[in-house]
C-alpha cells in the first residue's frame, strides 16, 4: 500500500512561483504512474501533470504546458511540482495521485486512473 502527503501550497500573486512536494511512503516501488491532479470549487478534479516510471515519459495538461513541471527525487520518494507565472485560473485544491501495479494506463491524465490520492494542498493565486 501507498500513502501520499502533500506540502507547499499557499498564496501568490498572479505571475508568481510556488512549489509543491508530495511525499510518498509504503511500497513506493509498484508506483509506475505519479502525478498532479486539482479540482477548483465547483469544477471536476482534472489531471495537471505526470511522470511515468515505466519510461520516463512526462504529461501535462495544455493550461499548464510551458508553465508547470513535474519532477521526482526518488532518493527521498518525493515528487514536486513546480508552478510559474501563476494564473488565477490556476486556483484549486492541488492532489497528489499514484498508481501503483496496474500497468500503463489509457489516459495518464485521467483521474480515474489512479488509486491512491493524497489529502490535497490549497494554492491561491491573486490578480
Known amino acids: 500500500q501507498v500513502q501520499l502527503v502533500e506540502s507547499g501550497g499557499g498564496s501568490v500573486q498572479a505571475g508568481g512561483s510556488l512549489r509543491l512536494s508530495c511525499l510518498a511512503s509504503g511500497y513506493t516501488a509498484a508506483i509506475n504512474y505519479i502525478g498532479w491532479f486539482r479540482q477548483a470549487p465547483g469544477k471536476e478534479r482534472e489531471g495537471v501533470a505526470v511522470?511515468?516510471?515505466?519510461?520516463?515519459?512526462?504529461y501535462y495538461a495544455d493550461s499548464v504546458q510551458a508553465r508547470f513541471t513535474a519532477s521526482q527525487d526518488k532518493a527521498k520518494n518525493t515528487l514536486y511540482l513546480q508552478m510559474s507565472s501563476l494564473k488565477p485560473d490556476d486556483t484549486a485544491t492541488y492532489y497528489c495521485a499514484a498508481r501503483a501495479g496496474l500497468g500503463r494506463p489509457s489516459d495518464p491524465l485521467g483521474r480515474y486512473e489512479y488509486d491512491t490520492w493524497g489529502q490535497g494542498t490549497q494554492v491561491t493565486v491573486s490578480s
Open positions: 511522470i511515468s516510471n515505466i519510461d520516463g515519459s512526462s
